[in-house]
């Protein structure tokens, strides 16, 4: 089964085609990073128009980069929520006008589901199931039980910033560009993460709650006490203080959780799993946990977890209809 894949939640246009769900015959993305980082982040009337631009030139390419015709391709994929309503809008509506053109069936996927799918493609063996699902990206931190593809658990989620969000806000304050995690990650090589005591948030009754924006304050604050200019050292000590309390949150109630629910195999998705320091961390640090990242290239936002996903998800549930609306919020766990 040929997929092409359609992604605009946020700001990367992208577009892919896979085949059977794994093999990823082309895979175009365009990020619209630079245009987000004169204003310190995502405005969501640049982020439309860069869509509507650059889709369909996206989609001519992914399709000669796979070698193939337009009209061999079997189904439409696109991803119909949770992201920004404009972008979404974008790629929907021409999701729809490919579909009505060639006659192909349509899906919509949810984009965080996908994240976790990304882990999967990347693996040339599937996890044993159940197991848990991370995704820790600029708009979601949120941990499942993975019962099996589209039946989802939700045990923890983030109660205000995405932790991404807060790398690409401590990264502002330390005059880092957007998006902020591979500046953040860069800067706390060369930093003591101990010179600053800080901590995430807890959420009240919910042992797996993430909270972000109090860690993010408590950055400011500091900052703010500290003479001023800011020496090199300083930021670079911020950076990895900041990074190393994230970090600990996200392990240890992953890891917890793990023990809580019996299971340890620990799929890892979204555009944080980029970080190598992530990565050398929950190996160290949670050794128990049989951990299965996505490749650094399907770890931000792609079109290939999404053309991938599609082709498991129709053949279990068929296609959607023309009804199809996009939604800014989503739970996975509704599919449960
Ligand atoms: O999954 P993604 O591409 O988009 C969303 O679905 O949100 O994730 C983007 C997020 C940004 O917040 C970015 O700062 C973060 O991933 N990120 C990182 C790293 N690379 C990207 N965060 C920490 N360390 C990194 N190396
Ligand atoms: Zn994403």
Redesign the pocket.
Known sequence: MLVLGIET????TACAVVRNGTDILSSTILSQASLHNEHGGVVPELSCRKHLEALLPLVDQAVREAQIKLHEIDLIAVAHTP?LIGALSIGLQCAKGLSIALQKPLIGIN??EA?LYAAIMSQPAPPLLPCLGL??????TNLWLVHSLGRYQAIGQSADD????A??KV?RMLLGP????????KMAMQGDAQRFALRAGRVKGKPYGFSFSGLKTAVLYALQRLEKPLTEQDRCDMAASF?YAAFSDIIDKTRKAAEEHGTFHLLL??????????RRRFASEAPALQCHWPDTEL????AAMIAGLACPLYKERGGSSMELQCLSRSSLSSNS
């Open positions: 939640t946020c700001d990367e992201g984009h965080v994240h995704v820790v990206s600029g708009g979601h995405a932790i991404g969000e790398f690409d990264a957007y998006p902020g995690g591979p500046f953040i990650e990074q998705g979204g555009g944080v799993t980029a970080s190598r320091e992530l770890s931000l936002d792609n």
